[in-house]
């Protein structure tokens, strides 16, 4: 499974973007996709996972600012963030768990300017 992350950017505090990830095989089947993030010098932690039956969750720190969805049929996952702040500034990555098995994109920058 190959993960193709793009979205990412510089935006001003109270902006927003959308981040995707598409995927090299039909996503239907993963049950568990989410986006994480890493700030520099910080550990990674999970910003928001949807599984296939539609359900999601969300770091509290998003909640109320982000969305996670999927489309299967285009094989992408999303990540809507309005209202974004300085402290969302990290390098974004794309996970997918299939046949026990975690799958990672190559990660995309986000920049937040106050």
């Known amino acids: 499974v190959q993960l193709q992350a793009s979205g990412g950017g510089l935006v001003q505090a109270g902006g927003s973007l959308r981040l995707s990830c598409a995927a090299s095989?039909?996503?239907?089947?993963?049950?568990?996709m989410g986006w994480y993030r890493q700030a520099p010098g910080k550990q990674g932690d999970l910003v928001a996972g949807i599984t296939n039956g539609g359900n999601t969750n969300y770091a509290d720190s998003v909640k109320g600012r982000f969305t996670i969805s999927r489309d299967n049929a285009k094989n992408t996952l999303y990540l809507q963030m309005n209202s974004l702040n300085p402290e969302d500034t990290a390098v974004y990555y794309c996970?997918?768990?299939?046949?026990?098995?975690?799958?990672w994109g190559q990660g995309t920058l986000v920049t937040v300017s106050s």
């Open positions: 095989i039909n996503i239907f089947g993963i049950t568990f």
């Open positions: 996970n997918a768990n299939f046949m026990v098995r975690n799958y």
